[in-house]
């Protein structure tokens, strides 16, 4: 028995999210009917952690068990991407390599990145359509960055996950949050080994909402207090988050 780590890209924009859903096609459903269109049985994928329907991975991470060898490990990603091609999947499979049988993709994640991609300037872009969040509205940076400092380090996160979160407890460890620029496009990194459902996504609502003037700097630590989730910004969109880095 061999087990296998994948390396994912996805755009999400007409997915479910990664989980397999009776209301249309995942990420994980198209991925695991190309292992079966490659080795003609069901495979079972493991996977990191899941996406909601409409975001995009850049390094999503995965894993399954096999008893076929007939494909070496490096080629298993050329046989999985040709089938995922076949059938129009916006699904990319950039590594493919055997680990040990202890290595669980999920449960031996040590960080994960999100990247957060806002493009600020006053008229859209037809290239970044469902790639990023369009906001027309100048948004002040040195705020949004004094912000996001409140948020670095464990705290109860109630405020920021969404009402039907499932998570035992809404503590959270944020390591970090980097924010950067480049002529129009604004990036915002979260770094932290576990993330409860959407909030990334609020989070980066919150601190729009701070850099639009519509929050101040210094309410940031009330909000996390209140543990109240309509105290905390909106919710970002979905097109603009990308599961970018997954560190073991």
């Known amino acids: 028995m061999r087990r296998v780590k994948l390396l994912i890209e996805y755009v999400g924009s007409d997915y479910v999210g990664w989980q397999s859903q009776e209301n249309g096609k995942s990420i994980q459903e198209q991925i695991e009917l190309a292992l079966f269109q490659i080795y003609k049985k069901k495979i079972r994928l493991f996977v990191s952690g899941r996406t909601d329907a409409g975001v995009h991975a850049l390094g999503q991470v995965a894993h399954f068990d096999l008893d076929d060898d007939r494909l070496e490990e490096k080629k298993i990603c050329y046989a999985i991407n040709y089938f995922l091609k076949k059938n129009n999947d916006t699904i990319v499979i950039i590594d493919s390599e055997f680990v040990e049988t202890t290595f669980h993709a999920r449960f031996s994640v040590k960080k994960k ?124 969109p979905p097109s603009g988050l990308y599961l970018e880095k997954i560190e073991y």
Not at 115 to 127: A, V
Not at 133 to 143: D, E, G, S, Y
Not at 150 to 156: A, R, T
């Open 113 to 236: 990145t999100y990247l957060y991609k806002i493009f600020n300037r006053k008229l859209p872009s037809f290239f970044l359509e469902d790639r990023a969040w369009f906001i027309p509205v100048n948004l002040n940076l040195k705020k949004i960055s004094k912000a996001a400092k409140y948020l670095i380090g464990k705290h109860d996160f109630n405020s920021f996950r969404s009402s039907d979160c499932q998570a035992k407890s809404s503590v959270r460890t944020i390591e970090n949050i980097s924010i950067s620029k480049f002529e129009n496009m604004i990036k915002i990194r979260v770094f932290g080994k576990s993330f409860m459902h959407n909030q990334v996504r609020i989070i980066v609502g919150t601190l729009v909402n701070v850099g639009k003037g519509v929050f101040d700097v210094e309410i940031i630590p009330d909000i996390i207090k209140q543990k109240d989730r309509k105290k905390a910004g909106p919710t970002a």
